[in-house]
Nanobody, 123 residues
Framework: VQLQASGGGLVQAGGSLRLSCAASGRTFSSYAMGWFRQAPGKEREFVASISWSGGSTYYADSVKGRFTISRDNAKNTMYLQMNSLKPEDTAVYYC?????????????????WGQGTQVTVSS
């Protein structure tokens, strides 16, 4: 599986962005997927995950209520709708996939990474 993240950019605080992660391969629907982010000088952190069916989602407390993760298995694409963005959301966002769990992704147990897309939120 190859993952291609897109949709990042520069937005003012309070604004919105939608990230996409397009996957190649016929087994996209077999993978739990998610988003991580890494700000300069900080460790990569979990943002959100979605089960292979899309029926279960998990969010970091810092984004709960503002971000929504979804997937379209027919299009081999995962999304992250980010609303009410804050300057502290500024980071490179990475999409990830794992076949080790049907429900969520965990740092250290990722099988595939996307290349990352920069999100910058100005105050």
């Amino acid at each position: 599986v190859q993952l291609q993240a897109s949709g990042g950019g520069l937005v003012q605080a309070g604004g919105s962005l939608r990230l996409s992660c397009a996957a190649s391969g016929r087994t996209f629907s077999s993978y739990a997927m998610g988003w991580f982010r890494q700000a300069p000088g900080k460790e990569r952190e979990f943002v959100a995950s979605i089960s292979w069916s899309g029926g279960s989602t998990y969010y970091a407390d810092s984004v709960k209520g503002r971000f929504t993760i979804s997937r379209d298995n027919a299009k081999n694409t995962m999304y992250l709708q980010m609303n009410s963005l804050k300057p502290e959301d500024t980071a490179v966002y990475y999409c990830a996939a794992t076949i080790r769990s049907p429900t969520t992704v965990v740092l250290g147990r990722i099988d595939y990474w996307g290349q990352g897309t920069q999100v910058t939120v100005s105050s």
